[in-house]
């Protein structure tokens, strides 16, 4: 019975959220445009205000926007007064967030942003000291919270978090905002690395295992053991004749009998396949994927670079 009882206060939550997320529709008005173009044209940075879990929201909104190019910081609204305002700029654009938009640390601050740079807001009161100060206001439902007793910060701040969102999809719509640009502010993500990474940026071009073609069978063995790659290239002065790995070992060790005269140049594959550099990791993939095999001869120009393994690939999540 506690089971059902569980579920049903989840499902009850869930609902009252999506219903305060389906009645958002209705506030996207000419205040959401002028407030998309403000920040669209803004000279200066996005300054995120708020008090509370409303706090909270207002980070989550300034990473955001800084993650689609538009420079922002937060704000908090109680250090605002102690000190911080000193980051705010003519230029700025505030967007300030509150439910109630009556908060005392709210109703201290507000005028003095308003005297700083435009204000927007973000509340779902309309008749607040914040939305009287404001020079636009986007209104959010006034629905109940989620729990019980109409208390803890749920609807609000998903609505919050909604409008923002709202904001935030807008403006990379009017910026032009591609997968390209994403990838250079993400450049850490795995979207980032797909579309950035190139071949260089992935090996450790310190490790070059070679021999000559005249190497014995033990100096191949020994190379294909002091790299990680399981496989060793074959040069003849600065030209890559071949390359052996471990698996060419193996089957001339079931077809030779004696391993006297055998050479590095007779057992090895002529012919490897390369990439330069300065290739991006995901058309290195695409060879890999294409041709069945585990390395790719890395050049920079007709110079040996190092080794790509599938499994660098694998470890960057480029995979």
């Not at 190379?223 to 071949?242: C, H, K, L, N, Y």
């Not at 070992?249 to 055998?262: A, H, V």
Request: aromatic share 4%; glycine share 6%.
């Amino acid at each position: 019975m506690e089971y059902l009882k569980i579920i049903q206060f989840a499902k009850v939550t869930l609902k009252i959220e999506r219903d305060a997320l389906a009645s958002m529709t209705e506030k996207i008005d000419e205040n959401f445009a002028k407030a998309v173009l403000s920040i669209y044209r803004c000279n200066g940075k996005i300054v995120v205000s708020g008090i509370g879990k409303s706090a909270y929201i207002a980070q989550k909104i300034v990473a955001s926007l800084n993650s689609i190019g538009v420079p922002s910081q937060f704000l908090h609204a109680a250090e605002a007064i102690h000190g911080d305002l000193g980051m705010l700029n003519p230029e700025d654009v505030i967007l300030c967030l509150s439910k109630s938009g009556n908060s005392p640390e709210i109703q201290y601050l507000t005028p003095l942003l308003k005297g700083t740079s435009q204000l927007i807001a973000i509340t779902s009161n309309a008749t607040s000291a914040l939305a009287q100060q404001a020079d636009i206001v986007l209104l959010t439902p006034s629905a109940q919270e989620a729990d019980a007793h109409d208390l803890i910060p749920t609807t609000s701040t998903i609505v919050q978090l909604a409008m923002g969102d709202a904001l935030v999809v807008a403006l990379t719509e009017l910026n032009q905002f591609s997968k390209k640009n994403f990838a250079q502010y993400h450049s850490g993500g795995t979207l980032g690395k797909k579309l950035l990474w190139k071949v260089g940026d992935i090996i450790d071009p310190s490790q070059k295992p070679s021999v000559s073609p005249n190497a014995t069978i033990r100096e191949v063995i020994i190379s294909i053991s002091a790299s990680r790659f399981g496989m060793t290239t074959v040069m003849d002065g600065p030209e890559i004749v071949g390359v052996i790995t471990d698996g060419d070992l193996r089957r001339m060790l079931q077809k030779m009998t004696s391993l006297s005269n055998i050479n590095a140049q007779d057992i090895m594959s002529r012919q490897p396949k390369n990439i330069q550099k300065d290739i991006l990791a995901t058309q290195a993939l695409y060879i890999l994927e294409k041709y069945d095999i585990g390395q790719l001869i890395v050049m920079d120009g007709a110079l040996y670079h190092g080794v790509l393994d599938i499994h660098d690939l694998l470890k960057e999540g480029i995979i």
